[in-house]
Each structure stands twice: as structure tokens, then as C-alpha cells.
């Protein structure tokens, strides 16, 4: 397969299961293509997925601000109880000098999070406005740099398993915080399942870029 220019690659997919290489065709909306080797789906083309994905990200980050925001917990030993939530975790581990634990963490679990929902909304907005050609594909390179490091899910799990180590000595109250926490890594997971990026990208070549030489 000769290519003329970098700019052709767009055209090329990648099957994530057998790495077979395709070239990608316009869909008719709601269909999707297989792999023709091992009939993996390589993308989708679904019109309403803008709709959705805006929705789930402006749900998102309102539940996010609020995870930051409220106690995660209360946890009572001995008649003492302290509050603890994500912003005064994370300063603990400055406080306590396990500086480069705690910049992991505000990356990991503050500030990559809170950059994925953000670009989310902000691409699902350009493509419904059908503008941007340069900068939603710009968006969507940092959105693949940056998806892979976002781990509130993993944070949850290791809180998880740090209250069930704590039932038998103390008192635990769940906080507002931690539910939202929950209902925002379950937005995440939905997003990561049901929105892949080529699907994403398949969407900003039908909508910007054909629009644009229309």
C-alpha cells in the first residue's frame, strides 16, 4: 500500500484484535464496520453519539467537582473523627514528604480526570456546532495521550479496600463525595466502553472535515 502524504494515514485503520490493516469507508448511521480477518468491530458511525457524549460529559464533571468538593468519609476511632476527601489526601502525602506519590496522585486522579471530561465536552460541543477542524483534531491526539492515565477507577478500589480494613476498628460514614465519586467512574467506564476514539474521529471526518469542503 503506497501512501502519497502523512495526511492519508486518516484514511487507514488499525483491527485492535489480529492488527490487520483496513481502509476506512463512509457508514451509513448506525452501522458499524467488522475486521475482515477475525470480524472484530473496528468503529461505528452513530449521529446521535455527539448528543450523548456531551450529555455524559457535562454530567461528568458535575459529579467530579463534586467528588473534590465534599467528604468521601468520616472516620471515628476512639470518639475522634476526622473528614477525609480527595484534595486533603493528596496535600497529606506533600505534608507527610512523599512528594513524587503526590504528584502522581494529583495527576492521576485530579487533574488527567478532570482534562479527559473536559476535552470531552469541548469536542462534543465543536462537533455538534460543526466547527473546528484543526482544533478537534488536536483534541482528539491529547484526548489518546492522556485517556490511558486517567485512574479514578482505581482510586475508588483502593478506598474500597481501605474502608473493609477499617470496619472492624472504626466507625465509617460515607460522605456525599464518594458517591458521586462512584457515579462518576461508572460515566468514565460507559464513555471508554461505548465511545472509542476512531469512532470519535470517524465522527469529526464525516461532520467538520466534509462540511468544510462542501
Not at 180 to 200: E, G, P, Q
Request: aromatic fraction near 14%; charged fraction near 15%.
Amino acid at each position: 500500500m503506497k501512501l502519497e502524504n502523512e495526511d492519508a494515514l486518516d484514511n487507514l485503520i488499525l483491527c485492535e484484535q489480529c492488527f490487520t490493516l483496513h481502509e476506512a469507508l463512509p457508514l451509513k448511521d448506525g452501522t458499524k464496520a467488522c475486521c475482515s480477518s477475525c470480524g472484530a468491530v473496528l468503529y461505528r458511525y452513530d449521529s446521535k453519539l455527539i448528543d450523548h457524549g456531551l450529555a455524559l460529559s457535562i454530567t461528568g464533571l458535575v459529579f467530579f467537582l463534586l467528588a473534590n468538593v465534599f467528604p468521601l468519609v468520616q472516620i471515628e476511632i476512639l470518639g475522634h473523627g476526622q473528614f477525609i476527601t480527595v484534595p486533603k489526601t493528596i496535600f497529606s502525602l506533600f505534608e507527610y514528604g512523599f512528594y513524587f506519590v503526590g504528584v502522581l496522585c494529583t495527576f492521576l486522579i485530579f487533574i488527567f480526570p478532570f482534562m479527559v471530561f473536559t476535552i470531552n465536552m469541548l469536542l462534543f460541543t465543536l462537533l455538534k456546532m460543526k466547527r473546528g477542524k484543526n482544533l478537534t483534531k488536536e483534541l482528539l491526539v491529547l484526548l489518546a495521550h492522556i485517556k490511558p492515565w486517567s485512574m479514578t477507577d482505581i482510586f475508588l478500589i483502593s478506598i474500597l479496600v481501605a474502608l473493609v480494613k477499617l470496619i472492624g476498628y472504626a466507625q465509617i460514614h460515607i460522605g456525599i463525595a464518594f458517591w458521586a465519586l462512584m457515579v462518576f467512574v461508572l460515566i468514565d467506564l460507559y464513555i471508554v466502553k461505548r465511545m472509542h476514539l476512531f469512532d470519535l474521529w470517524m465522527l469529526r471526518k464525516r461532520i467538520v472535515c466534509d462540511e468544510d469542503t462542501k
